[in-house]
């Protein structure tokens, strides 16, 4: 019976670890994909010289970096 309870507990602790690794797996996953959308309008804003835009994204970039 407690093997039971510990293998149990066991699965339990995998199980969370596992979606706990998954999340944060995925929350970089968007976090590159959003930098990497940003630094697209960047460059696209340095094409364009305008300079409004190119502050507003950076900073928009510096606060994912953060």
């Given at each position: 019976m407690e093997n039971n309870v510990s293998n149990e507990m066991s699965q339990v602790e995998t199980d969370i670890h596992d979606e706990v690794v998954a999340e944060l797996f995925l929350n970089q996953v968007v976090k590159d994909f959003k930098k990497g959308k940003i630094l697209e309008k960047i460059d696209q804003s340095l094409k364009n010289k305008d300079k409004e835009t190119f502050l507003r994204l950076t900073e928009?970039?510096?606060?994912?970096?953060?």
């Open positions: 928009e970039l510096q606060s994912i970096s953060s």
